[in-house]
Each structure stands twice: as structure tokens, then as C-alpha cells.
């Protein structure tokens, strides 16, 4: 399969978005039919108000600006790693000329993309903070305790795709084109990965970040 | 009597001494400096050892010793394309070198004669250079029970392969369609065609892939072994490194602009006037491995990213079956169509409203349960 | 009274809204650095994200694929009794449901809820701490946990009226409010009634307490089970709808003002036919509106060095009622009130809320800790430190008396009527 990465790239990876597609919406739809109970409770405040401040601050202080948080004062590299590690996954995904192009083969609409240096130290921003977080989940007494299997695979199958695509632009070790087949072949791991695992909490960050706007706003204390 | 040496029959030709230094020059040029055989090996006198510097020199010694190479040229499933080329080659000495002084006993396209002269004259050159001669094969070939696709004087092409691969010295399988099957093979390959190496399994062989090759590796791997006796350093796919050693990308005068995130959008964008990067239109330079971008074509005159066109990946396997000459390098093969994604994702939302209900109905339960 | 019946109850209760927030979490352990009890201890058990971890079990067991393929594989075990007595020794004994982890989640998970969905469970198995379980019985026999019985009530009513020479005005038809006081004032803070009274009638109010709503502290609400926690708000409804009142105000008890505030009418409709607010949003009101006749600077006047207000997290960050202690003390404290750092939303909680206070067991962690609040309070060097719980307020009492410190704790209400300007 190494030898040829025509099927990796091909039905293989296809398959991949097809599974993703599936298992993410499976996912969605079973939570959903859960069922969801009114809020009758008079607020005290605005859940608009509340939802949109728990937004800006999801994206933009918390990652970023973790000295404004008491809480976050105790080890700000590893929300410096995190929020770092998100920035640089979706700088590279979205903005990276290569994965640019496969969103327009998909799609069939592109955009601008961001010069290869910039998105070379994004990526290495991104490893290095992989690897701070590794070695956090490996020494914190919490997360040694909260981490199965599952989440040490979480971080492998996020890891791979990273460290393939480095490897590859920067021609280390093997030849392009089977880098090229192992990154894609991580990628598409990942895309199969993702409706199993927590990593699809992107999808469900929408409902968490929303509920935590109107109990806050509602309430009228800032979320 | 001796047999001549391609300089006694180069200064009957009236090539002065001069001249035919000067050819070295640009044959050593042409082989790449760095695929010189081990003495050992290309069985030439140890007093020939010289430095790198010095190659013209040592080219000039095999030319003066060594025996002219008689070249048995077929083609099967091609365009002769790759023939073409090869009368294209930069320095028109060196295309009349392989062309003309080299013998080339058998080509069908150049030869005068016709029919069953010409298979005539291929059976005894056959016979007479037996364990000699470099076989040179244009095309893929058709196999199986596809194999009547293409005949020639009434055998196939798989028949006339294999017989005239059995005398040969060497093989080069020139053009993508040769090395690896090319467009004949491209799906859904309706004449099961097969490359060289598919077929032939006990000779050396030397894939010059392209659509066309580069005229001047056609001249270089013929002259190498002309005159050293062995085939250049080749890479995994059989591709000689003085050629193939390279990606297009690594070469290109557009690659600062790819370095600086400027790309071309259309064919007729500011972009494309400005000359930048055609990675988004599709180039498959970063994965192409030739030396469009340093030898050029036309006397190095331009190339095809040169000329404002994307590199379609020519030398590579499989060029015809990636996602699409203008599609990006990376986007993937297959792209899944809408109904494709439709099911996909109606069979999640039923696996989802089935899990759904049967969840509905263990929660119903355990209200029932506390009541 | 089984693991099955916690179960049934994880179940019943896991709707969409709890399911996608236990699906929004990554398990990165940012939680952990929010909860006091973690921080006092540094056991990794007290970690939010682990203290919901039956909750999620039991979640992923129930209702998805991967729950089960997990179980097959033995990567998960069944919920066993021992896993559930030992996470009802993490949650009532090492939770005071303050919703702090909920700022810190990345994710925005609110954590409370879902803490709150743990202890449903374990209270429906069975698995209530034997001290937890005592008061609440306690309260359903008596109609209160602290042993407030109608003539106790009685008792401690006329006595402050008569110590404090102020009018409470019992079962009046018709008054515009009902205020419910909680046992732990009426016991052991009688101050605070005599405050608040002094307050509401200083203010004019047409206000009145109830013979038969006069306990507004449920432990059924601590103890998670839905079944108690609806009793007794029962009682309180039905005490309000008899004497007709428009509004219902809580006095100063946090978890109090969150059942009758924040989740009365998801279990009795009717609580939406008053409107309920705490006792310190009467008091941000009526300073407000000029209605109190108060000498500002009362305390810097004093004297008595620094005052620091504590957050409660029922009240304040759950409550909503940041502002108006700031706007009180700020008019009354300008020169000597300073906040602790962290602060309103941010405010570590005191360590005895949920419940915790209750449990003898839980003593030593809770101690610890107080020494968070010790810390914090010695940073901005005060010497009053004023609140709008008495449970935080019973916390702080218990922690100057085991620490020896000489702090002066004090309710909000208690501050706020002892700068009115008595009017003869």
C-alpha cells in the first residue's frame, strides 16, 4: 500500500470522508433525539448578551491571554500550548496552500492562502506544543488519571497528521510522494478516528460554549 | 580489423579534433557529472582515474576506444512522441550522434525500407549484435488477451518484446508509456497494457518516463553506456539520478513565488502575467521528479511552467489517473460525489435516529421505573 | 435503594443538554485548577472532570456505541456499588456545586449542572452520606434539618423582636413580600433577622414572613433528589400563594436562593407566579433608590480597619448579585472595603457550601480548604469579612475558631442596618 499511494489518496481517503461524514452526523443526531427540556425560569439578564461574551472569550482571551484568569496563572504554557496548538491546526488546515486545494476539489470553491514560511513556523509552533502537552498529560497527576486509551490515541492520531506534514515539506527522511501517502493516510485515520472520539468535540464546543452563555447571561454575570 | 571507435567514425564524418572536444564537453554536460561509472566497472584502463574536472576528458578517451553501440529501437503503443524528441535534442551533433554514428540498426519510423525488409534487417542485426545491442522500447504494451491490440508483421507486441529483450545488452524504456504504461494504461486500461519492467524481469532496464522525455537524457543514457559499458545510477523507479534526481518544484523559476504564498489563479490573472507560482492551477512539480526545469526544452529555451502551463507530472506513474491536470497536487483522487455523500450521510442520521429512538425508549423506561 | 436505581435516574435525567456537554469534553484537566478542593489538596480525585466521570460512565454505557464497544473490550467496567460509594465520598465530601470550573472549562461545559446530575444519581441509589441523609430526614420530620419546630420558630421569632425591639410581621394577607429566612439565621445568625427586618421596615416594605414557609434551606437540594428538593419547595410555594404575595425573597442562604430561584419552576410551574430574588438584590434596590437612610462612610468611620467582601457562589457567581454588595459597600466602606483577588465571578468559594458543611467526614478537606480563603483575605489584610450567605458565614465562624484567627464575619444585611440612621 506504501508503494502506492494512489489508493491512499484515492478510495481510501474517500472512504475516510465518507465515514467521517456518517459517524459525525450519527453522533449529532443521537445526541439531539436525547431530547431537550424549555427553560422556564425567568433570566435576570441577557442569554444573548451572555452567549456572545462566552464566545469571545472561548476564542479569543482564553487561549491567548491566560494571566487575565486567576485560574490560569498556575501554568500558562499549557494554555499557551493548547491554544497554540489549535491556531496553528487551523491556520495549517484552512489556510496552507495544499489543504486549500483539497477543500476547493471538494468543495469546488477556494481561498487565499498564507505563504509556506509563515505556515512552516505555525507548524512548528504546533509540534512543539504537541509535545508540551504530551509531556502535561504524562506528568500532571489529573491528566494521568482522566487518560485511557482513548486519549493517548486522541493525541497520537492528531500528532501523526502534524508531524508527516512537516516531515514532508521539509523532504526528511523518505521520499515526497511516500511521505505525501503516510500524511494522507494519517489524515484519513483521523477523519475515521474522530466521530469514536473526543476530538470531535469541535462539533459539540457549539453546544457547550452556548448552554455556558445562557446560564451565565442569564444570570447576568459574565461567563 | 578493429572495430571503429565513434571517433573514427566521427572524423570520417569530418569532425575536427576540436569539435568533437567540444562534444565531450557537452555529452558530460548532458549524462550529468555526477553518474561517472567506477572505472572498475565501465572496464576502461585505470590510467582514465581522473577527478570529476576532468570527465571531458575521460569521455574523450571512451569515445576514441571504444566500440560504436548498435541500438535496436521498438515501438508499440506510443505516438512516437518519444522520437521526436529525440531529433530535437539541444545540440543537433548530439541527435545526429545517437542517431546516426551510434547504428541504429532498427527503427521502424526512420528506417527507408518497409514491411518484410525491415523485419528482416531486425532478425540479423539481432543475430549479428546478440548480447550486445541496447534495446530501446517506445510504448506500452498489451498483454494477455489484449495482446492482438497491437502486432506488428503478424506477432505481438509481448512476442516481439520478449525476443528481442533476450539479446539484449540492456533495455531503456523510453516515455511514461514504456517505463510506466503511460496513457495506453490509464483507466480503465482497456488493452491491459504493461510497461517494460512489467514484462521483462531478468535484463537491466532504464526507464526515461516523460511525455516526451527530455531529449537530451535520451542522448545521455545511450551515450553512457555506449561509452562505459554500464548503465547510469538510477533511483527506485529506474530513473537515471542525473535526470531524475531532482523534483521540477526544487528547480523551478517560480519557486520563490510559491516560497511567498503568490500564486497564479487563472491562466489570465494579474498572476499569471507576473509570472507566479501555478501551484493552485494545478502544478505537480513538487512531486514530479525531471529536469524540465534545468535542462528546458527547445535548446533551453522554456518549459511548460515556463510557458505559463502547470506541470501535468509527466514522469511519474500513474500521471493520467491523479485528481485532475488542474487540480491541486493534493487534493484527493477520488473525490466522492454528491449522492455518495448523501448516503453517507443519511446512513448517519438513520444509524443516529435508530440509536436515537432506542435511547428514547430506555429513558421512557426508566420514567416508567421510578413511577 | 441500588446502583440499578442510580442508573435509572443517570437515564431519565441525561437529556440532550447534559449529553452534549459530556460529549463537548476533551479531558483536559483545565478544570482541576479551578476547584478549591484540588488546589487545598492536590488529589487528583478532586478534579471536576473526575468527579463527573460516573456520570459520563454511565452516560457512554447507556446510550452509545462506543460506551459499549469499550465495555465489550474491558476498557470500561460496569458501574459497580463500590464505584458509587466512592464517588459519593468525592461529590458531597469534595464539591461545593460552585460552578467555579465551569469559567475555567475551555469548552464552557457548565460543570455544576452536570455535578448536580451526579449527585441526582447517588441520591436515588442510595448513596447519600449518613450525616446528609440525617438532616434531610431531619427536615422532613421537623420541616427543618437545623431542628427549627414550629415552637422553636416561634420562640426564636419573639425574641429577637423583643431583644432587637423590632416588628416581624407574621402571616399578613396580602403583603407584597414574603421573606423566608433559613434555620441557620433563625439558629444560629439571629442578628441577620433583626437586621432585615430593621432594613424592610426602615424601607416601608409591606412585607411578612410565614408559619408555614419559614424554612427556606433544602437539603433535599443538596442531597440531589429531585423528589425531596420538590417537597420542600412545595412548602414554600404554597405558604406564598396563601398569603398572596407578589414576591418571595430569600434572605441570606446561597443554595437556598438557587432551588427557589434557578430551578423551582422546572419541577412546580407555579413559582413563576412570584417573583423570587434574594435578599441582596433588595438591598442593591433600595440603596439605589434612596429608600434607606444610610451614613456613608459609616465604616471608614469606624475604624476597624479592612473590609473584604466574600463571593458566594450561589449568590453571586450562580446568583447574579455581584453588583449590589459592591454598590453597598463602596457607599458605606469607600476608604476601607477592598476586594480579594479573585474576585465576583472569579471568587474562590469558602469550602463549606453543597452541603460539605454538613459532614462530619468531611471536615479535614474542608479546613484545607478554608486555608485558600485565609490566604486571600490576610493578602488584602482585612479584618471584616462581609457575606451574603450564612453558609459561607458558618464556614468562616468554624474556620476563625479553628484557626484562631481574629477576623470579624459578617452578613451584608447585618452591615447595611447597622448604618441606618435611626430615625426618632
Redesign the interface.
Given at each position: 500500500m506504501m508503494q502506492n499511494p494512489?489508493f491512499i489518496?484515492?478510495?481510501f481517503?474517500?472512504a475516510a470522508?465518507?465515514?467521517f461524514?456518517?459517524?459525525?452526523?450519527?453522533?449529532?443526531?443521537?445526541?439531539?433525539?436525547?431530547?431537550?427540556?424549555k427553560d422556564?425560569?425567568?433570566p435576570?439578564?441577557s442569554k444573548a448578551t451572555g452567549v456572545t461574551q462566552?464566545y469571545l472569550k472561548?476564542l479569543l482571551i482564553?487561549?491567548f491571554i491566560p494571566w487575565v484568569?486567576?485560574?490560569?496563572s498556575?501554568?500558562p504554557v499549557?494554555?499557551l500550548a493548547?491554544g497554540l496548538f489549535h491556531l496553528s491546526l487551523f491556520t495549517i488546515v484552512f489556510f496552507g496552500?495544499?489543504?486549500?486545494?483539497?477543500f476547493?476539489?471538494?468543495l469546488g470553491f477556494?481561498w487565499a492562502?498564507?505563504?509556506?514560511?509563515?505556515v512552516d513556523w505555525m507548524a512548528t509552533a504546533g509540534i512543539v506544543a504537541m509535545i508540551a502537552l504530551l509531556i502535561h498529560r504524562l506528568t500532571?497527576?489529573?491528566?494521568?488519571?482522566?487518560?485511557?486509551?482513548?486519549?493517548w490515541l486522541n493525541w497520537l492520531f492528531v500528532f501523526l497528521p502534524m508531524i508527516t506534514g512537516y516531515l514532508m515539506t521539509h523532504h526528511l527522511f523518505l521520499?515526497?510522494?511516500k511521505i505525501?501517502g503516510l500524511h494522507?493516510l494519517s489524515v484519513s485515520v483521523l477523519l475515521i478516528w474522530i466521530p469514536?472520539?473526543?476530538?470531535?468535540?469541535f462539533m459539540?464546543?457549539f453546544?457547550?460554549?452556548t448552554?455556558?452563555?445562557q446560564?451565565?447571561g442569564k444570570?447576568?454575570?459574565?461567563? | 580489423m578493429p572495430e571503429e571507435s565513434v571517433y573514427d567514425s566521427l572524423q570520417k564524418e569530418g569532425v575536427s579534433r576540436r569539435d568533437f572536444l567540444k562534444l565531450c564537453g557537452v555529452m558530460a554536460g548532458a549524462m550529468g557529472m555526477t553518474s561517472m561509472p567506477p572505472l572498475e566497472k565501465s572496464g576502461l584502463p585505470s590510467s582514465l582515474d581522473v577527478t570529476e574536472a576532468k570527465s571531458v576528458e575521460r569521455i574523450a578517451k571512451a569515445m576514441e576506444t571504444q566500440p560504436r553501440l548498435p541500438v535496436i529501437w521498438l515501438e508499440f503503443q506510443d505516438c512516437t512522441g518519444c522520437s521526436e524528441s529525440l531529433t530535437r535534442a539541444n545540440a543537433p551533433t548530439l541527435g545526429n550522434l545517437v542517431l546516426n554514428t551510434l547504428t541504429i540498426e532498427h527503427h521502424e519510423a526512420l528506417s527507408a525500407a518497409a514491411g518484410f525488409q525491415v523485419e528482416e534487417a531486425k532478425q540479423q542485426a539481432m543475430e549479428k549484435y546478440a548480447g550486445q545491442y541496447i534495446l530501446v522500447v517506445e510504448g506500452s504494451i498489451p498483454t494477455g488477451e489484449h495482446a492482438a491490440y497491437c502486432t506488428v508483421g503478424g506477432r505481438t507486441a509481448e512476442m516481439i518484446l520478449e525476443e528481442a529483450a533476450a539479446g539484449a545488452a540492456a533495455i531503456i524504456a523510453i516515455g511514461n508509456c514504456a517505463a510506466f504504461g503511460g496513457l495506453p494504461k490509464a483507466k480503465p486500461n482497456p488493452t491491459n497494457a504493461a510497461s517494460v519492467l512489467d514484462l521483462v524481469k531478468d535484463k537491466a532496464v532504464v526507464n526515461l518516463p516523460g511525455c516526451p522525455p527530455i531529449p537530451e537524457a535520451i542522448v545521455g543514457v545511450i551515450t553512457h553506456f555506449a561509452l562505459f559499458g554500464v548503465l547510469p545510477e538510477l533511483d527506485k523507479l529506474n530513473r537515471p539520478m542525473a535526470f531524475y534526481g531532482k523534483t521540477v518544484h526544487d528547480r523551478c523559476l517560480r519557486r520563490p513565488f510559491y516560497e511567498a504564498g503568490k500564486f497564479a489563479l487563472t491562466f489570465d490573472d494579474e498572476g499569471a502575467r507576473e509570472g507566479w507560482c501555478l501551484f493552485k492551477l494545478g502544478c505537480k512539480g513538487p512531486t514530479t521528479y525531471n529536469a524540465c526545469a534545468s535542462i528546458r526544452w527547445d535548446s533551453g529555451l522554456s518549459f511548460p511552467v515556463q510557458s505559463n502551463h502547470p506541470c501535468l507530472g509527466c514522469s511519474e506513474p500513474d500521471f493520467w489517473d491523479g485528481p485532475g491536470f488542474y487540480q491541486g497536487l493534493s487534493a484527493p483522487i477520488n473525490r466522492p460525489n454528491a449522492t455518495a455523500v448523501g448516503a453517507a450521510a443519511a446512513a448517519g442520521v438513520v444509524a443516529g435516529v435508530a440509536a436515537g429512538a432506542a435511547n428514547k425508549a430506555k429513558k421512557k423506561q426508566a420514567n416508567e421505573k421510578e413511577e | 435503594m441500588t446502583t440499578q436505581d442510580a442508573m435509572n435516574t443517570f437515564v431519565k435525567d441525561t437529556g440532550g443538554w447534559v449529553a452534549s456537554q459530556l460529549e463537548a469534553c476533551t479531558r483536559c484537566g483545565i478544570c482541576a485548577d479551578a476547584c478549591h478542593f484540588y488546589t487545598a489538596t492536590g488529589n487528583p480525585e478532586y478534579a471536576p472532570v473526575w468527579k463527573v466521570e460516573l456520570l459520563r460512565r454511565a452516560y457512554e454505557q447507556q446510550f452509545t456505541f462506543s460506551g459499549k464497544i469499550k465495555l465489550a473490550l474491558g476498557i470500561d467496567k460496569k458501574i459497580t456499588d463500590a464505584d458509587l460509594n466512592h464517588w459519593s465520598d468525592l461529590n458531597y465530601q469534595a464539591c461545593t456545586v460552585c460552578n467555579k470550573c465551569s469559567i475555567a472549562c475551555p469548552m464552557g461545559i457548565d460543570l455544576g449542572s452536570l455535578l448536580a446530575g451526579v449527585r441526582s444519581g447517588l441520591a436515588a441509589g442510595g448513596f447519600v452520606p449518613e450525616d446528609l441523609a440525617k438532616a434531610v430526614q431531619l427536615q422532613l420530620d421537623e420541616g427543618s434539618p437545623l431542628g427549627m419546630t414550629d415552637e422553636v420558630w416561634e420562640d426564636r421569632l419573639e425574641w429577637v423582636e423583643d431583644d432587637w425591639e423590632v416588628d416581624i410581621p407574621i402571616d399578613v394577607e396580602g403583603a407584597d413580600t414574603l421573606v423566608i429566612f433559613s434555620s441557620i439565621e433563625v439558629m444560629k445568625f439571629p442578628t441577620n433577622i433583626a437586621a432585615i427586618a430593621q432594613i424592610l421596615n426602615a424601607a416601608g416594605e409591606n412585607w411578612t414572613v410565614s408559619s408555614t414557609a419559614r424554612e427556606v434551606v433544602n437539603f433535599g437540594f443538596y442531597e440531589g433528589s429531585e423528589e425531596h428538593t420538590k417537597q420542600f419547595l412545595k412548602t414554600l410555594l404554597d405558604g406564598a400563594k396563601e398569603l398572596g404575595v407578589k414576591r418571595i425573597v430569600v434572605t441570606e442562604c446561597g443554595h437556598a436562593y438557587d432551588a427557589l430561584r434557578w430551578h423551582a419552576a422546572h419541577m412546580l410551574p407555579e413559582a413563576n407566579n412570584f417573583e423570587i430574588t434574594h435578599i441582596t438584590g433588595v438591598l442593591g434596590e433600595l440603596v439605589g433608590a434612596g429608600r434607606l437612610n444610610l451614613k456613608p462612610g459609616f465604616y471608614d468611620e469606624l475604624d476597624a480597619g479592612t473590609i473584604t467582601f466574600h463571593d458566594a457562589c450561589k449568590i453571586q457567581r450562580k446568583g447574579g448579585h455581584i453588583k449590589e454588595p459592591r454598590e453597598i459597600l463602596n457607599l458605606l466602606a469607600p476608604e476601607s472595603f477592598k476586594e480579594m483577588t479573585p474576585n465576583q465571578e472569579q471568587a474562590i468559594c469558602c469550602g463549606g457550601g453543597g452541603g460539605v458543611i454538613a459532614i462530619k467526614d468531611a471536615d479535614p478537606i474542608r479546613f484545607k480548604s478554608f486555608e485558600l480563603k485565609i490566604d486571600q483575605v490576610n493578602k488584602v489584610g482585612a479584618k471584616t469579612v462581609a457575606m451574603s450567605c450564612s453558609n459561607c458565614r458558618l464556614q468562616y465562624v468554624d474556620g476563625v475558631g479553628h484557626f484562631d484567627l481574629d477576623w470579624k464575619v459578617t452578613g451584608l444585611s447585618q452591615m447595611v442596618a447597622d448604618a441606618l440612621i435611626e430615625e426618632e
Open positions: 494512489t489518496r484515492g478510495p481517503f474517500q470522508l465518507l465515514i461524514v456518517a459517524g459525525m452526523l450519527y453522533r449529532l443526531v443521537r445526541v439531539l433525539m436525547l431530547g431537550w427540556s422556564n425560569i425567568p435576570m439578564g462566552s472561548g482564553w487561549p484568569k486567576n485560574t490560569f498556575k501554568n499549557i494554555y493548547g496552500a495544499p489543504h486549500m486545494l483539497v476547493k476539489s471538494l477556494g492562502t498564507i505563504p509556506l514560511p509563515i500532571n497527576p489529573v491528566l494521568k488519571l482522566i487518560s485511557g486509551l482513548p486519549e521520499p515526497y510522494e505525501f494522507v469514536f472520539s473526543r476530538i470531535s468535540h459539540f464546543y453546544f457547550s460554549r448552554i455556558h452563555g446560564e451565565f444570570r447576568g454575570v459574565k461567563p | - | -
